[in-house]
């Protein structure tokens, strides 16, 4: 496996771990994060698409997919963007640049990787 793949990889089971407790525990990791609970099913919803979205990466990791891994670097770091902007326009408490950060240091690991690799 390159070490581009092992980046991929890690990154594919902390979306599987985050994406299992977003559906069956999301209250207690909002409250881990300083965020308000929700009976709402929104917070499932993404949980399951966040899961899905580690399968894809596992996916790709093992697949060795060099697209995919360079596709990710340019994606993660708009979560980051994202997830700041709504935490400016008030929509979200700060905590949540958090992930955001989490998947920009992902896409930078990758980066790193692949510019090693060249």
Do not use: H, Q
Request: glycine share 10%.
């Amino acid at each position: 496996m390159s070490p581009a793949a092992f980046t991929v990889r890690a990154f594919g089971y902390y979306l599987l771990v985050l994406g299992v407790a977003l559906v069956a525990v999301p209250n207690l990791l909002l409250g881990l994060f300083l965020m308000p609970a929700t009976g709402e099913v929104w917070i499932r919803v993404v949980g399951l698409l966040v899961f899905n979205i580690g399968v894809y990466y596992l996916y790709a990791a093992r697949c060795e997919a060099t697209a995919f891994f360079r596709a990710s670097v340019f994606t993660r770091p708009l979560v980051l963007v994202g997830f700041a902007a709504f935490v400016l326009a008030g929509l979200a408490k700060p905590m949540l640049i958090g992930f955001g950060l989490v998947d920009f240091l992902g896409g930078l690991w990758t980066w790193r990787a692949l510019k090693r690799a060249a």
